[in-house]
Nanobody, 121 residues
Framework: QVQLVESGGGLVQPGGSLRLSCAASGSIISIKTMSWYRQAPGKQRDFLAAIAPGGSTNYADSVKDRFTISRDDAKNMVYLQVNSLKPEDTAVYYC???????????????WGQGTQVTVSS
Protein backbone atom coordinates (compact mmCIF):
# COMPACT_ATOMS: atom_id res chain seq x y z
CA GLN A 1 0.00 0.00 0.00
CA VAL A 2 0.89 3.68 -0.16
CA GLN A 3 0.79 6.15 2.70
CA LEU A 4 0.83 9.92 2.40
CA VAL A 5 1.54 11.83 5.59
CA GLU A 6 1.23 15.59 5.85
CA SER A 7 3.01 17.72 8.43
CA GLY A 8 3.84 21.34 9.15
CA GLY A 9 0.42 22.70 10.02
CA GLY A 10 -0.35 24.66 13.13
CA LEU A 11 -1.56 27.93 14.57
CA VAL A 12 -0.17 31.04 12.89
CA GLN A 13 -0.99 34.73 13.09
CA PRO A 14 -2.40 36.61 10.09
CA GLY A 15 0.41 37.52 7.74
CA GLY A 16 2.50 34.58 8.84
CA SER A 17 3.92 31.68 6.86
CA LEU A 18 4.11 27.92 7.06
CA ARG A 19 5.78 25.19 5.05
CA LEU A 20 3.63 22.11 4.69
CA SER A 21 5.23 18.78 3.83
CA CYS A 22 3.82 15.53 2.50
CA ALA A 23 5.78 12.32 2.48
CA ALA A 24 4.77 9.36 0.33
CA SER A 25 5.91 5.89 1.30
CA GLY A 26 5.19 2.28 0.47
CA SER A 27 5.69 0.09 -2.58
CA ILE A 28 6.13 3.04 -4.92
CA ILE A 29 7.45 2.63 -8.44
CA SER A 30 6.82 6.17 -9.62
CA ILE A 31 4.75 9.25 -8.85
CA LYS A 32 3.16 11.51 -11.40
CA THR A 33 1.29 14.66 -10.38
CA MET A 34 1.32 15.66 -6.71
CA SER A 35 -1.25 18.12 -5.44
CA TRP A 36 -2.49 20.07 -2.45
CA TYR A 37 -6.11 20.69 -1.49
CA ARG A 38 -7.81 22.19 1.52
CA GLN A 39 -11.16 21.86 3.22
CA ALA A 40 -12.62 24.40 5.61
CA PRO A 41 -15.37 23.37 8.07
CA GLY A 42 -18.68 22.93 6.30
CA LYS A 43 -17.17 23.50 2.85
CA GLN A 44 -16.07 21.33 -0.05
CA ARG A 45 -12.48 20.30 -0.59
CA ASP A 46 -10.81 22.82 -2.90
CA PHE A 47 -7.83 22.45 -5.22
CA LEU A 48 -4.84 24.63 -4.39
CA ALA A 49 -1.83 23.58 -6.43
CA ALA A 50 -0.33 20.74 -8.44
CA ILE A 51 3.14 19.88 -9.67
CA ALA A 52 4.12 17.46 -12.43
CA PRO A 53 7.27 15.30 -12.43
CA GLY A 54 9.09 17.79 -14.65
CA GLY A 55 8.32 20.63 -12.26
CA SER A 56 5.54 22.39 -14.12
CA THR A 57 2.98 23.82 -11.73
CA ASN A 58 -0.64 24.83 -11.67
CA TYR A 59 -2.35 26.96 -9.03
CA ALA A 60 -5.81 28.02 -8.05
CA ASP A 61 -6.23 31.71 -8.80
CA SER A 62 -7.07 32.42 -5.18
CA VAL A 63 -3.64 31.37 -3.91
CA LYS A 64 -1.19 31.65 -6.82
CA ASP A 65 0.41 34.83 -5.50
CA ARG A 66 0.92 33.49 -1.96
CA PHE A 67 1.45 29.72 -2.18
CA THR A 68 4.32 27.83 -3.81
CA ILE A 69 4.37 24.10 -4.49
CA SER A 70 7.57 22.11 -4.89
CA ARG A 71 8.65 18.47 -4.84
CA ASP A 72 11.66 16.30 -4.08
CA ASP A 73 11.40 13.16 -6.18
CA ALA A 74 14.38 11.54 -4.48
CA LYS A 75 12.45 11.64 -1.21
CA ASN A 76 8.93 11.20 -2.64
CA MET A 77 7.89 14.43 -1.02
CA VAL A 78 5.83 17.46 -1.96
CA TYR A 79 5.82 20.79 -0.18
CA LEU A 80 3.55 23.80 0.00
CA GLN A 81 4.97 27.11 1.12
CA VAL A 82 2.09 29.27 2.31
CA ASN A 83 2.73 32.97 2.86
CA SER A 84 0.75 36.03 3.90
CA LEU A 85 -1.79 33.82 5.61
CA LYS A 86 -5.30 35.09 6.24
CA PRO A 87 -7.99 33.86 8.62
CA GLU A 88 -9.89 32.51 5.61
CA ASP A 89 -6.97 30.18 4.90
CA THR A 90 -7.94 28.22 8.01
CA ALA A 91 -8.63 24.66 6.89
CA VAL A 92 -7.36 21.12 6.85
CA TYR A 93 -4.73 20.83 4.11
CA TYR A 94 -4.46 17.56 2.19
CA CYS A 95 -1.96 16.25 -0.29
CA UNK A 96 -2.59 13.68 -2.96
CA UNK A 97 -0.46 11.88 -5.49
CA UNK A 98 -0.86 9.75 -8.60
CA UNK A 99 1.18 6.69 -7.73
CA UNK A 100 2.15 3.52 -9.50
CA UNK A 101 3.00 0.73 -7.09
CA UNK A 102 4.87 -2.51 -7.50
CA UNK A 103 1.59 -4.44 -7.51
CA UNK A 104 -0.37 -2.37 -10.04
CA UNK A 105 0.09 -1.56 -13.71
CA UNK A 106 -1.86 1.68 -13.43
CA UNK A 107 -1.52 4.93 -11.54
CA UNK A 108 -3.93 5.46 -8.67
CA UNK A 109 -4.75 8.49 -6.54
CA UNK A 110 -3.82 8.39 -2.87
CA TRP A 111 -4.69 10.95 -0.20
CA GLY A 112 -3.14 11.88 3.08
CA GLN A 113 -5.04 12.40 6.33
CA GLY A 114 -4.52 16.15 6.35
CA THR A 115 -2.82 18.74 8.52
CA GLN A 116 -4.71 21.53 10.26
CA VAL A 117 -3.78 25.13 9.54
CA THR A 118 -5.38 27.75 11.77
CA VAL A 119 -4.82 31.43 11.11
CA SER A 120 -5.82 33.57 14.05
CA SER A 121 -4.53 36.38 16.21
Amino acid sequence: QVQLVESGGGLVQPGGSLRLSCAASGSIISIKTMSWYRQAPGKQRDFLAAIAPGGSTNYADSVKDRFTISRDDAKNMVYLQVNSLKPEDTAVYYCNAEVRTSYSAIYEIYWGQGTQVTVSS
